[in-house]
């Protein structure tokens, strides 16, 4: 068995941690896209890892708008139903 202590704890660089846990990107598109709201973004990259899209092909499409990108219908499939989940839950914590 594995032994956790201090010696175990690394710190990442931003290029690392960006690369490794979606939150971390999500941030960083955050304050790149600044009229995106940042909810946008995480569901973004949520729908790219539930539909097998690449993130970055998803960026490029969504985020800088480029056109000659193309993704699947189930990157588009999985954000609609990842909107439908939060107003749902948006609608339960009001009433």
Do not use: W
Request: aromatic share 8%; with cysteine; charged share 35%.
């Amino acid at each position: 068995m594995n032994e956790y202590n201090a010696s175990s704890i690394r710190v990442l660089k931003q290029d690392e941690a960006i690369e490794l846990f979606d939150f971390a990107r999500a941030d960083a598109l955050a304050q790149k896209y600044t009229y995106i709201a940042s909810e946008c973004i995480s569901r973004l990259l949520t729908a790219c890892r539930l539909s097998g899209t690449d993130i970055d092909a998803g960026v490029r499409r969504y985020l800088d708008h480029d056109k000659s990108v193309e993704v699947g219908p189930e990157l588009a499939d999985c954000y609609a139903e990842l909107v439908r989940e939060a107003k749902r839950n948006h609608e339960r914590r009001k009433g």
